[in-house]
């Protein structure tokens, strides 16, 4: 049980371009979705957290409108990294939750050049 | 948001009990006591959960003070695929997010 999936698993683009990253709970319904990033021997951070059906709630210093996160079922968020810079590049990782426990997806790596 | 505690690292060699311990003085009444092992580039994984008193299941258990300000993690027989970071959390149904800590990097030597 408690299996999360997010796809891409790695990804390599252009400055400037636009990256979308799908987590999907597979076996369980989360009504909370937060997400994650990580960078190189730093633990994870967190960016934001959103509610199905609901606009999500953004951490200080995380630019809302870089970071667009929809949450449109209890199955599946998607976080849209906008016009991505090199600084963005980092390991993204979404975690839905299912009652008192939050569960995580295997992370998507964003290179971008 | 309850913060977390750990030890940075530790080492331990293949066969041995490993315990690691957390604290959290400033637990709140509806938190649960959450452990995530991370290996690099993978996103964390569930170990266990508990509220109080001691949890147990295939791969750890978890001893929680009656205080509820600690508790430790161990993990019997590791073994050198036990090498990982180990994050203690707390958050609860009514508290949302977790906020992760620095955890604790174990090695585990043959």
């Known amino acids: 049980g408690a299996v999360v999936s997010q796809h891409p698993s790695r990804v390599i683009c252009k400055s400037g371009t636009s990256v979308k990253i799908e987590c999907r709970s597979l076996?369980?319904?989360?009504?909370?979705m937060f997400w994650y990033r990580q960078f190189p021997k730093q633990s994870l951070m967190l960016m934001a957290t959103?509610?199905?059906?609901?606009?999500?709630?953004?951490e200080q210093g995380v630019e809302k409108d870089k970071f667009l996160i929809n949450h449109a079922s209890l199955t599946l968020s998607t976080l849209t990294v906008t016009s991505a810079h090199p600084e963005d590049s980092s390991f993204y990782i979404c975690?839905?939750?299912?009652?008192?426990?939050?569960?995580f997806g295997p992370g998507t790596r964003l290179l971008v050049l | 948001l309850a913060k977390t505690t750990q030890p940075i690292s530790m080492d331990s060699y293949e066969g041995q009990e490993v315990n690691i311990t957390c604290s959290h003085n400033n637990i709140a009444t509806n938190d649960y006591i959450t452990w995530y092992q991370q290996f690099p580039s993978q996103g964390p994984r569930f170990i266990i959960q508990?509220?109080?008193t001691k949890v147990t299941n295939e791969v750890a258990s978890l001893f929680i003070p009656a205080d509820r300000k600690s508790s430790t993690l161990s993990l019997p027989r590791v073994s050198l695929s036990d090498t990982a970071v180990y994050y203690c959390?707390?958050?609860?149904?009514?508290?949302?997010?977790?906020?992760f800590g620095q955890g604790t990097t174990l090695q585990v030597k043959p």
């Open positions: 076996d369980f319904q989360a009504t909370t």
């Open positions: 959103s509610n199905e059906g609901s606009k999500a709630t953004y």
């Open positions: 975690s839905p939750k299912h009652s008192e426990t939050q569960y």
């Open positions: 959390l707390v958050g609860g149904v009514n508290t949302g997010k977790l906020i």
């Open positions: 508990g509220y109080k």
